[in-house]
């Protein structure tokens, strides 16, 4: 769901689980057909007469998102230098992103700033230092789930941006299937490193409360879960680890707190088509402006 955490989350055992759910889920497929189709109109505006382009990524995992837009970027303003910079907590995800942009050369052309760090850390970094550097485009893709300050992180993100700039913030969709079972399970769920679920409902609703213009998109998605309900089923288990946040989905919860997600997983966060089990994983993606 996440490329950062307040913990050292994404480090060894925890990276292999966001990888298999990158893999089972086509999140990723998702959000960059959503990237294809919504950012050249908006890279477009965001450029138009300028001289140059910094980008930032918070919580930019392994970089998957971040090259393919940072690629669009540079096919939409071939002659413009760019600059990125990242903030990712995970060192082990960090290297992975480093290892990519080697091997892709267009990529070689940007000089890339790599701050090791969480967002807040990387907000009382800037703050201490007093330079602020102020970015085109900043991204924050699966991630706001991470932060203990919802208003006061947008609100400097926001901050950062130039003239004409846009944060792009991707989050699971208000009712969509995380919603549901995170919120119904909220004291079960929200307990280790999210204390505090948020989706798009959140999100917008401080947007409001900030007086931040926004515009929406929605990106749909949905994946099979029906070996959720195979109780021998390796990749069913792996699953449900992953969608509560757990080692052990089958140690951690009572039989009936078991029972009761696995109802509430297939009555109201999935729909059931030829004979899969189908869950709601839409997703938004709102563009809030300078």
């Keep these: 769901m996440a490329a950062e955490a307040k913990q050292t989350c994404y480090e060894g ?44 990524g918070v919580g930019s995992g392994g970089g998957e998102m971040d090259s393919q837009m940072l690629t669009l970027l540079q096919s939409t303003f071939p002659a413009v230098p760019i600059s990125a910079d990242i903030v990712e907590g995970s060192s082990k995800l960090t290297d992975n992103f480093k290892a990519s942009v ?3 050369a267009n990529l070689q052309k940007i000089p890339f700033g790599w701050h090791i760090m969480h967002s807040e ?31 006061g992180t947008i609100k400097f993100f926001q901050s950062l941006l ?12 208000a009712n969509s299937g995380w ?23 959140e999100i917008i609703a401080c947007l409001k409360s900030l007086g931040l213009k926004y515009d929406e998109h929605t990106i749909p998605n949905s994946f099979d879960i029906s070996e959720c309900f195979t109780p021998s089923s390796k990749l069913g288990q792996r699953l449900l680890n992953f969608m509560t946040a757990k080692d052990h989905f089958d140690q951690s919860f009572t039989p009936e707190i078991r029972a ?6 297939r009555n109201k966060c ?10 709601n994983s839409t997703l938004k993606c709102i563009l809030v402006h300078a």
């Excluded at 889920?25 to 001289?51: D, T």
């Excluded at 850390?121 to 602020?132: I, P, R, S």
């Excluded at 009761?260 to 997983?265: A, E, K, T």
């Design 121 to 151: 850390d990387y907000e009382k970094h800037v703050e201490a230092k007093g330079d602020v550097k102020k970015f085109d485009f900043i991204h924050m893709i699966q991630m706001i789930y991470y932060v203990d300050n919802l208003a």
């Design 13 to 56: 055992s925890c990276v292999q689980s966001f990888q298999f759910y990158l893999e089972h889920s086509g999140e990723h497929e998702a959000i960059m057909q959503c990237v294809h189709n919504v950012l050249p109109g908006e890279f477009q505006r965001i450029g138009a007469g300028k001289s140059s382009l910094d980008v930032l």
């Design 162 to 173: 130039k003239n004409n700039g846009r944060l792009m913030i991707i989050v699971e969709a």
């Design 270 to 279: 999935s729909t059931e088509k030829d004979g899969k089990v189908l869950f």
């Design 102 to 104: 080697a091997k892709i």
């Design 179 to 201: 919603d549901t079972l995170w919120k119904t399970y909220k004291k079960d769920l929200c307990v280790d490193t999210i204390t505090e679920y948020r989706s798009s409902g």
């Design 260 to 265: 009761g997600m696995l109802d509430l997983l």
